[in-house]
Protein backbone atom coordinates (compact mmCIF):
# COMPACT_ATOMS: atom_id res chain seq x y z
CA UNK A 1 0.00 0.00 0.00
CA UNK A 2 1.02 3.33 -0.83
CA UNK A 3 0.64 6.21 1.42
CA UNK A 4 -0.65 9.71 0.71
CA UNK A 5 3.02 11.05 0.27
CA UNK A 6 3.97 8.13 -2.36
CA UNK A 7 1.10 8.93 -4.36
CA UNK A 8 1.80 12.29 -4.56
CA UNK A 9 5.44 12.09 -5.03
CA UNK A 10 5.22 9.09 -7.56
CA UNK A 11 1.75 10.34 -9.35
CA UNK A 12 3.31 11.07 -12.85
CA UNK A 13 4.67 7.90 -12.92
CA UNK A 14 1.65 5.95 -11.31
CA UNK A 15 -0.76 8.06 -13.87
CA UNK A 16 1.02 5.44 -16.73
CA UNK A 17 -1.63 3.04 -17.51
CA UNK A 18 0.50 0.21 -17.64
CA UNK A 19 2.83 1.17 -14.73
CA UNK A 20 0.08 2.01 -12.17
CA UNK A 21 0.35 1.64 -8.50
CA UNK A 22 1.42 -1.99 -9.09
CA UNK A 23 4.22 -0.65 -10.78
CA UNK A 24 5.36 1.70 -8.07
CA UNK A 25 4.70 -0.61 -5.32
CA UNK A 26 7.25 -3.07 -7.48
CA UNK A 27 9.95 -0.50 -7.24
CA UNK A 28 9.91 0.57 -3.69
CA UNK A 29 10.39 -3.36 -3.18
CA UNK A 30 13.28 -3.15 -5.66
CA UNK A 31 17.08 -3.23 -4.74
CA UNK A 32 19.62 -2.37 -7.76
CA UNK A 33 23.63 -2.32 -7.05
CA UNK A 34 25.68 0.06 -9.07
CA UNK A 35 28.81 -0.74 -9.61
CA UNK A 36 30.53 2.79 -10.80
CA UNK A 37 29.41 6.14 -10.11
CA UNK A 38 31.11 7.96 -12.80
CA UNK A 39 29.52 9.05 -16.10
CA UNK A 40 27.09 6.44 -16.20
CA UNK A 41 26.29 5.67 -12.92
CA UNK A 42 25.75 9.55 -11.32
CA UNK A 43 22.71 10.03 -13.72
CA UNK A 44 21.52 6.36 -13.66
CA UNK A 45 21.34 6.40 -9.68
CA UNK A 46 19.54 9.85 -9.43
CA UNK A 47 16.89 8.69 -11.52
CA UNK A 48 16.60 5.66 -9.76
CA UNK A 49 16.14 6.71 -6.93
CA UNK A 50 13.74 9.63 -7.81
CA UNK A 51 11.89 7.25 -9.68
CA UNK A 52 11.20 5.24 -6.26
CA UNK A 53 13.26 2.29 -6.59
CA UNK A 54 13.46 1.25 -2.41
CA UNK A 55 16.78 0.69 -2.05
CA UNK A 56 20.57 1.50 -3.81
CA UNK A 57 23.79 -0.55 -3.17
CA UNK A 58 26.48 2.19 -4.48
CA UNK A 59 30.07 0.65 -5.37
CA UNK A 60 33.38 2.74 -6.47
CA UNK A 61 36.63 2.67 -4.44
CA UNK A 62 37.90 6.05 -7.11
CA UNK A 63 37.65 9.64 -5.51
CA UNK A 64 36.17 12.87 -7.34
CA UNK A 65 38.68 14.39 -9.20
CA UNK A 66 38.15 17.58 -10.97
CA UNK A 67 37.83 16.48 -14.11
CA UNK A 68 35.30 14.33 -13.62
CA UNK A 69 32.79 17.62 -12.69
CA UNK A 70 32.50 18.19 -16.70
CA UNK A 71 29.84 14.86 -16.77
CA UNK A 72 29.55 13.15 -13.55
CA UNK A 73 26.36 15.20 -12.26
CA UNK A 74 26.24 13.72 -8.64
CA UNK A 75 29.22 14.77 -7.75
CA UNK A 76 29.99 18.46 -6.94
CA UNK A 77 33.41 20.73 -6.41
CA UNK A 78 33.09 20.18 -2.40
CA UNK A 79 33.17 17.09 -3.03
CA UNK A 80 36.60 16.92 -4.62
CA UNK A 81 39.20 13.74 -2.75
CA UNK A 82 35.57 11.92 -1.38
CA UNK A 83 35.02 8.77 -2.67
CA UNK A 84 32.46 8.52 -5.54
CA UNK A 85 29.92 6.32 -3.90
CA UNK A 86 29.73 7.80 -0.78
CA UNK A 87 29.74 11.41 -2.78
CA UNK A 88 26.49 9.92 -4.70
CA UNK A 89 24.86 8.72 -2.02
CA UNK A 90 24.82 12.62 -0.36
CA UNK A 91 23.49 13.37 -3.74
CA UNK A 92 20.42 11.12 -3.61
CA UNK A 93 19.86 11.29 -0.15
CA UNK A 94 19.08 15.20 -1.17
CA UNK A 95 16.52 14.00 -3.75
CA UNK A 96 15.12 11.32 -1.78
CA UNK A 97 15.72 10.87 1.44
CA UNK A 98 13.22 7.37 1.82
CA UNK A 99 16.04 5.67 -0.56
CA UNK A 100 17.88 2.94 1.74
CA UNK A 101 21.24 2.92 1.07
CA UNK A 102 24.86 1.16 1.43
CA UNK A 103 27.81 1.97 -0.62
CA UNK A 104 30.88 0.00 -0.85
CA UNK A 105 33.84 2.32 -1.14
CA UNK A 106 36.15 0.12 -2.63
CA UNK A 107 36.94 -1.26 -6.43
CA UNK A 108 35.03 -4.61 -5.55
CA UNK A 109 36.79 -8.22 -6.12
CA UNK A 110 34.56 -10.96 -8.14
CA UNK A 111 33.69 -12.26 -4.44
CA UNK A 112 32.37 -8.99 -3.46
CA UNK A 113 30.12 -8.56 -6.84
CA UNK A 114 28.61 -11.95 -5.92
CA UNK A 115 28.03 -11.60 -2.72
CA UNK A 116 26.68 -7.53 -3.49
CA UNK A 117 24.96 -9.13 -6.71
CA UNK A 118 23.59 -11.91 -4.46
CA UNK A 119 21.47 -9.29 -2.14
CA UNK A 120 19.72 -7.27 -4.74
CA UNK A 121 16.72 -7.89 -7.95
CA UNK A 122 18.91 -5.82 -10.80
CA UNK A 123 22.58 -4.95 -11.19
CA UNK A 124 23.75 -1.74 -13.30
CA UNK A 125 27.12 -1.79 -15.02
CA UNK A 126 28.45 1.66 -14.96
CA UNK A 127 32.93 0.50 -14.86
CA UNK A 128 34.64 1.70 -17.45
CA UNK A 129 37.09 -1.37 -17.82
CA UNK A 130 36.64 -4.95 -19.20
CA UNK A 131 38.25 -7.16 -16.25
CA UNK A 132 35.57 -5.48 -13.86
CA UNK A 133 32.61 -6.30 -16.92
CA UNK A 134 33.57 -9.80 -17.14
CA UNK A 135 33.64 -10.29 -13.17
CA UNK A 136 30.45 -8.55 -13.30
CA UNK A 137 28.71 -10.44 -15.75
CA UNK A 138 29.53 -13.69 -14.01
CA UNK A 139 28.31 -12.71 -10.65
CA UNK A 140 25.00 -11.85 -11.92
CA UNK A 141 24.81 -14.88 -13.73
CA UNK A 142 25.69 -16.80 -10.49
CA UNK A 143 23.02 -14.84 -8.67
CA UNK A 144 20.16 -14.78 -11.35
CA UNK A 145 19.42 -11.09 -11.75
CA UNK A 146 19.65 -9.39 -14.74
CA UNK A 147 22.72 -7.26 -15.93
CA UNK A 148 21.87 -3.90 -17.60
CA UNK A 149 25.30 -2.52 -19.27
CA UNK A 150 26.22 0.71 -21.05
CA UNK A 151 29.51 1.81 -22.54
CA UNK A 152 30.38 5.18 -23.54
CA UNK A 153 32.63 7.12 -25.26
CA UNK A 154 33.73 9.67 -27.68
CA UNK A 155 30.08 10.84 -29.27
CA UNK A 156 28.95 6.95 -28.75
CA UNK A 157 27.13 4.64 -26.89
CA UNK A 158 25.53 1.15 -26.42
CA UNK A 159 23.21 -0.53 -24.27
CA UNK A 160 22.07 -4.04 -23.33
CA UNK A 161 20.19 -5.87 -20.87
CA UNK A 162 22.15 -9.31 -20.25
CA UNK A 163 20.00 -11.66 -18.70
CA UNK A 164 20.58 -15.35 -20.20
CA UNK A 165 18.63 -17.04 -17.15
CA UNK A 166 15.48 -15.74 -18.92
CA UNK A 167 17.24 -16.04 -22.25
CA UNK A 168 19.39 -13.99 -25.05
CA UNK A 169 23.31 -14.06 -24.29
CA UNK A 170 25.32 -12.43 -21.85
CA UNK A 171 28.11 -10.44 -21.77
CA UNK A 172 30.69 -12.59 -22.38
CA UNK A 173 28.82 -14.04 -25.48
CA UNK A 174 29.43 -10.69 -27.20
CA UNK A 175 33.51 -10.23 -26.17
CA UNK A 176 36.14 -12.67 -25.55
CA UNK A 177 37.31 -12.34 -22.27
CA UNK A 178 41.60 -11.57 -22.63
CA UNK A 179 41.58 -11.07 -26.36
CA UNK A 180 39.99 -7.26 -26.58
CA UNK A 181 42.44 -4.43 -25.97
CA UNK A 182 41.88 -2.22 -23.11
CA UNK A 183 38.18 -0.78 -23.53
CA UNK A 184 38.77 2.42 -25.23
CA UNK A 185 38.70 4.75 -22.16
CA UNK A 186 37.28 8.40 -21.53
CA UNK A 187 40.61 9.35 -20.25
CA UNK A 188 42.64 8.79 -23.40
CA UNK A 189 39.78 9.24 -26.42
CA UNK A 190 36.98 11.84 -24.90
CA UNK A 191 33.71 12.01 -24.09
CA UNK A 192 30.85 14.32 -24.69
CA UNK A 193 29.38 14.98 -20.85
CA UNK A 194 25.21 14.25 -22.20
CA UNK A 195 26.29 11.39 -23.73
CA UNK A 196 26.80 9.80 -20.53
CA UNK A 197 23.82 11.57 -19.07
CA UNK A 198 21.79 9.95 -21.93
CA UNK A 199 23.08 6.36 -21.45
CA UNK A 200 23.16 6.64 -17.63
CA UNK A 201 19.40 7.50 -17.75
CA UNK A 202 18.88 4.84 -20.43
CA UNK A 203 20.01 2.17 -17.83
CA UNK A 204 18.20 3.22 -15.42
CA UNK A 205 15.51 3.45 -17.99
CA UNK A 206 15.47 -0.35 -18.45
CA UNK A 207 15.91 -1.02 -15.03
CA UNK A 208 12.59 0.51 -14.08
CA UNK A 209 11.06 -1.32 -17.10
CA UNK A 210 12.28 -4.65 -15.38
CA UNK A 211 11.71 -3.92 -11.90
CA UNK A 212 8.12 -2.19 -12.55
CA UNK A 213 7.26 -5.26 -15.55
CA UNK A 214 6.58 -2.44 -17.68
CA UNK A 215 7.50 -2.31 -21.54
CA UNK A 216 10.14 -4.35 -23.55
CA UNK A 217 13.20 -4.47 -21.67
CA UNK A 218 16.88 -4.31 -24.25
CA UNK A 219 17.11 -8.67 -23.46
CA UNK A 220 18.58 -9.76 -26.47
CA UNK A 221 19.57 -6.23 -28.59
CA UNK A 222 21.51 -3.86 -28.37
CA UNK A 223 20.92 -0.16 -28.75
CA UNK A 224 23.86 1.40 -30.59
CA UNK A 225 23.70 5.72 -30.97
CA UNK A 226 26.42 8.00 -32.30
CA UNK A 227 25.07 11.53 -31.48
CA UNK A 228 27.59 13.08 -33.30
CA UNK A 229 24.91 12.23 -36.47
CA UNK A 230 22.20 10.63 -34.37
CA UNK A 231 22.46 7.54 -36.26
CA UNK A 232 20.45 4.99 -34.09
CA UNK A 233 20.37 1.18 -34.50
CA UNK A 234 19.65 -1.69 -32.93
CA UNK A 235 20.94 -4.79 -33.28
CA UNK A 236 20.07 -8.41 -31.71
CA UNK A 237 22.29 -10.44 -29.89
CA UNK A 238 22.14 -14.66 -30.06
CA UNK A 239 23.86 -16.80 -27.03
CA UNK A 240 26.78 -18.05 -27.62
CA UNK A 241 26.16 -21.90 -27.76
CA UNK A 242 29.95 -22.39 -26.28
CA UNK A 243 29.86 -19.57 -24.42
CA UNK A 244 32.05 -20.50 -21.04
CA UNK A 245 30.02 -18.07 -18.59
CA UNK A 246 26.55 -18.81 -19.51
CA UNK A 247 25.81 -22.11 -22.05
CA UNK A 248 25.26 -24.57 -18.50
CA UNK A 249 22.14 -22.47 -18.24
CA UNK A 250 21.02 -23.76 -21.76
CA UNK A 251 22.13 -27.36 -20.63
CA UNK A 252 19.89 -27.50 -17.96
ZN1 LIG B 1 27.26 -16.15 -22.46
Known amino acids: MLSDAQLLRYNRQILLHDF ?114 FALNRACIAAAVPLVSAAAVRSEGQLSVFDPMRGGPCYRCLYTEGKSDEMPSCSDSGVLAPL ?6 LQAMEALKILACFGEP ?19 LAPQPDCPDCSQLRRK
Open 20 to 133: DVAGQERLLQSRVLVVGLGGLGCPAALYLAAAGVGSLVLADGDVVEESNLQRQIAHTEEDIGRNKAVSAAAAIAAINPATALRTMTRALSADDMVECAASVDLVLDATDNYAAR
Open 218 to 236: LRGRVLVMDLRSMAVRQLT
Open 196 to 201: VGMFGS
